[in-house]
């Protein structure tokens, strides 16, 4: 035997005198006592072990979600900053009258608006931009705005003109449709 293992600890010393002289009464008291505060120490620590486990894990969850949303959603506010550019090219492409349409010199410029705004679509398309279909459905405020009621025929509450096109990025409201609403003819 090496010097080191001769050497015995104090509580090494007092667990071989209690192993071989039989416990006092008190003795066993308190043994059971420090035995059952332990226990209680040591369940209090798991419990908080698998606590900090679970909010670690939830933690992760949500800044998974979180990233994966910054990624979706990162264009929302550009996408937003180019719908006017594309209400503009289709008011542009609206007001032009039929006449001019239909004039030769026109005709190029003509398709090159209807290929932009061919494009713009394609474009929004891809990065999961939609277009509300509104003229005809029942008033929706979680995607339309209702700016005004028009006497019609149709049942109260359904879209008989819209104003403005709304749209969606992916199941996001981007813009509301801005709306004229039935109402029942007086």
């Known amino acids: 035997m090496t010097e080191e293992e001769n050497i015995v600890s104090p509580e090494t010393e007092a667990a071989a005198e209690v192993a071989d002289e039989p416990l006092h009464l008190g003795q066993a008291e308190l043994l059971a006592e420090r035995i059952s505060v332990l226990e209680a120490e040591l369940a209090e620590s798991k419990a908080a072990v698998l606590y900090a486990h679970a909010e670690a894990q939830n933690v992760r969850r949500r800044s998974e979600k979180e990233a994966i ?6 264009v929302t506010a550009f996408a937003r900053d180019i719908l006017s550019v594309a209400d503009n090219l289709a008011r542009g492409l609206s007001a032009m009258p039929e006449e001019l349409r239909n004039d030769d010199k026109m005709k190029g410029l003509v398709a090159g608006l209807e290929a932009t ?4 679509d394609a474009i929004f398309a891809r990065n999961g931009i939609t277009k509300i ?4 459905a029942m008033l929706d405020p979680n995607r339309h705005q209702a700016m005004l009621e028009m006497p019609s025929d149709e049942a109260p509450g359904t879209i008989v003109q819209e104003m403005q096109a709304g749209y969606m990025i992916r199941d ?3 813009r509301p ?3 004229a609403v039935a109402k029942k003819p007086e």
Do not use: I
């Not at 705004?117 to 713009?120: C, D, K, P, Y």
């Not at 279909?133 to 005809?136: A, C, I, P, R």
């Open 172 to 174: 996001r409201l981007l």
């Open 69 to 74: 949303d910054a990624r979706a959603y990162a």
């Open 177 to 179: 449709a801005l709306v």
């Open 133 to 136: 279909e509104s003229v005809g």
């Open 117 to 120: 705004g061919r494009e713009l």
